[in-house]
């Protein structure tokens, strides 16, 4: 068991929905069949199903975070209804780009330890920003065994001891830090912009929410791995509250992109 907790850098594979069996020297090693002498095969660095954009900014009186629905199997959009939330405790909610399976993990991971601390029956909860440091060195440890959590985590909540809201951005290296907006993924690239040209610490939750699907609309038409369906999660003093999943309103039937290309002005090929 040592061996495989050493070699892996995980947990105990019954978490994963089997047991260890046999040791290293019986080619058996968390369930997986390997040669003696052989390291196990790792994939971690190889994300194989991934999820794309989250954004999260700061409105008056609470925090707002958006993704899409899909997860991709390389670049083919493989599943469309894939929720990529996460509420610990009642006044923080996580949300995930990158490979969705250690997404999974560490969803079970940050569980565990909410009902660790509910179970100590003293009162007591974790703030964002606490959950948002053990995520970092959590992060920085799996990276320094270069073993990373192929994750970029955008962490949503409400601070009870300065009664304030909070988001938070953590990624594959540690790398933590809050801010007033975040994007991860490729609307990193593409809704910073928009973002920066019409965000306000005063708006409202309408209003913070329409930014948010002007941004995605934009993520739609560009990213290749991108989703019409959305879901966000919107976090006050009241608590968090999860939104059902919505589909957002696009257009493709502009009468340039219908028009042949030997009908337009200048039909010489691009190539």
Request: charged share 20%.
């Amino acid at each position: 068991m040592e061996d495989c907790l050493r070699l892996r850098g995980r947990r105990a594979p019954d978490n994963y929905g089997y047991s260890y069996h046999g040791d290293y020297n019986q080619h058996v090693l968390c369930g997986s069949a390997v040669s003696s002498g052989q390291e196990p095969i790792k994939h971690t660095t190889r994300p194989i199903t991934t999820s794309s954009t989250v954004i999260g900014l700061k409105f008056n009186g609470g925090t707002i975070v958006m993704s899409d629905t899909g997860v991709c199997y390389g670049n083919m959009l493989r599943f469309k209804s894939c929720e990529r939330f996460c509420q610990v405790g009642d006044r923080t909610v996580v949300a995930a780009s990158g490979e969705y399976s250690d997404f999974q993990y560490l969803t079970r991971d940050l569980k565990e330890m909410d009902t660790r601390d509910w179970v100590q029956e003293d009162g007591c909860s974790r703030e964002p920003s606490s959950i948002a440091a053990y995520l970092g060195r959590t992060f920085y440890g799996q990276r320094s065994r270069l073993d990373p959590y192929w994750n970029q985590m955008i962490m949503a909540g409400w601070q009870k001891t300065s009664n304030e809201p909070y988001l938070g951005y953590i990624d594959l290296y540690g790398t933590t830090f809050p801010e007033d907006y975040i994007a991860s993924g490729f609307g990193s690239y593409l809704a910073i912009p928009l973002l920066r040209k019409e965000y306000r610490p005063d708006m409202t939750e309408d209003e913070a929410k329409a930014l948010l699907q002007k941004c995605f609309m934009a993520l739609f038409y560009r990213d290749c791995t991108g989703l019409s369906t959305v879901q966000y999660a919107v976090a006050t003093s009241a608590g968090i509250r999860l939104s059902d999943v919505s589909t957002l309103t696009h257009k493709w039937d502009y009468k340039l992109w219908l028009t042949p290309t030997s009908q337009l002005p200048v039909s010489a090929s691009s190539w």
